[in-house]
């Protein structure tokens, strides 16, 4: 089964915590600290394979989590590092995280790797914080939290050639007939319900791939009829054969080409600026010469003719797809450069609040930000150190002054992530 979107969780592994512990060796009265550190949790990661072609499989698996880091051991022992969690998935697949449909990555080839969710650090061990001050540290790091993502798998087939037209115009007849692939043929409309690949080669020996993409109806743009699910399809075609029937269907092949060409326009992705090739298919039909004419003099567009049935103009038309090719580049799927995986573009960002202060109830106040609640798990505050090293952030962030302003009460409840304390002046 065809199965082209998925959605996903990722969860990558927290890293170990560190551990707070001293040498007890036999003649060495102070032998000083020796927690070791915390090994590093699982990252995920996706990674594009070439014999993967749909993401059928992410129908039942839809939830892919790394292990945690080991904690660290006495005698400075570092915690294992947890193995990293590869997640294969087809070439052609485009990522984007749900939150805000943000672009991830484009893994349009094999092999190509994308991290979707680091591993935690892991925390640091006692012997870390010795310093001239403090020969005894007390104090150890809790490991990094991981990450936790919903994804949005869309597969964008990897084609050089792209066919469209309406439903019933020949698309799938022509595939057929250049190369070994064998979709469903029939003569009522919608017969292609998925896209078709097939390896088409020259007679002087070039190659490429051409998609029979499912037909396009007016307001296929907006998802109707087959709509997005599919026209997803041609963005990465570097050519458009734009088939138009010149058959007895009873259509009128000037209002087709007005409506396919507007829906590739109104889609967008660049596709109204892609080289097109115009194929007037069904020629060994009655009447197919005179309809024709008529609608080239109408439209000031050349056609090329050809039949399935009698093979007219197949050859010249695979020539003309080569030729294009040799001069045609690869075209981006995002006008912006910032959003392809292979560049980055580093800006200096916002600086991002500490914390923020929210007031649900009458005596109950909650401390948000990411960067408080960070540092808050990776503190380990089962130690008086570790409680006073979260009590001075907390300090130095003026979170007191903060709650006074906002008119916090004597014994009003202040509540940090999952650690709850009584506010006084």
């Known amino acids: 089964m065809f199965i082209d979107r998925a959605i996903i969780e990722v969860r990558s592994g927290k890293g170990g915590d560190g551990a707070i512990a001293f040498r007890r060796e036999k003649y060495v009265p102070k032998g000083g600290p020796a927690g070791g550190n915390g090994g590093r949790g699982a990252s995920v990661i ?5 014999k993967i072609n749909t993401l059928f499989n992410f129908r039942h698996s839809k939830c892919f989590i790394g292990l945690d880091g080991e904690k660290g051991g006495i005698k400075n022992q570092y915690g294992r590092h947890s193995e990293d969690v590869y997640v294969d998935v087809p070439v052609g697949t485009v990522v984007y995280e749900e939150e805000g449909h943000k672009f991830l990555g484009d893994l349009s080839q094999d092999g190509l790797t994308l991290r979707v969710a680091k591993g935690g650090r892991g925390g640091r061990g006692n012997t870390c914080f010795k310093s001239s001050t403090n020969r005894v540290p007390r104090i150890a790091e809790n490991g990094e939290p991981g990450e936790q993502k919903r994804l949005i798998l869309e597969l964008k087939l990897l084609a050089d050639v792209g066919l469209v037209g309406f439903p019933s115009v020949g698309k799938s007849t022509l595939l057929s007939v250049v190369s070994s692939a064998r979709p469903e043929i029939a003569d009522y409309p919608f017969t292609t319900i998925v896209p078709n690949l097939g390896v088409v080669t020259s007679k002087d020996g070039r190659s490429f791939v051409m998609a ?34 010149m058959g007895e269907s009873g259509r009128d092949p000037y209002e087709d080409y007005k409506i396919i060409s507007q829906e590739l326009k109104e889609y967008g992705f660049g596709l109204d600026k892609r080289p097109v090739i ?8 009655e009447g197919a010469n005179e309809k024709l004419k008529a609608f080239e003099k109408k439209a000031k567009i050349k056609c090329l003719p050809i039949s399935a049935l009698t093979e007219e103009g197949i050859d010249e ?11 045609t580049p690869q075209f981006p799927l995002f006008d912006s450069e910032e959003e392809v995986l292979e560049t980055k573009v580093y800006t200096l960002p916002d600086e991002e609040k500490e914390f923020e202060i929210k007031h649900p109830n009458l005596h109950t106040w909650l401390i948000t930000g990411d960067k408080i609640i960070k540092f808050y798990r990776m503190t380990n505050i089962s130690t008086d150190e570790g409680m006073m090293k979260l009590l001075t952030r907390l300090r130095k962030l003026k979170v007191d002054d903060k709650l006074e302003e906002l008119g916090a009460q004597d014994g009003d409840l202040v509540i940090l992530d999952d650690f709850t304390f009584e506010y006084y002046r």
């Not at 296929?220 to 734009?242: D, S």
């Not at 115009?278 to 039909?285: G, I, P």
């Not at 038309?317 to 001069?327: P, W």
Request: glycine share 8%.
């Open 278 to 285: 115009y194929v007037a298919s069904k020629m060994d039909e």
């Open 317 to 327: 038309l695979i020539y003309k797809c080569a030729d294009l090719l040799d001069k």
């Open 46 to 50: 996706l990674r594009a394979n070439s």
């Open 212 to 245: 029979d993409l499912p037909g396009i109806i007016e307001g296929a743009h907006t998802g109707k009829g087959l709509g997005l699910q599919f026209l997803r399809h041609i963005e990465r075609c570097r050519i458009i054969v734009h088939i138009i029937d």
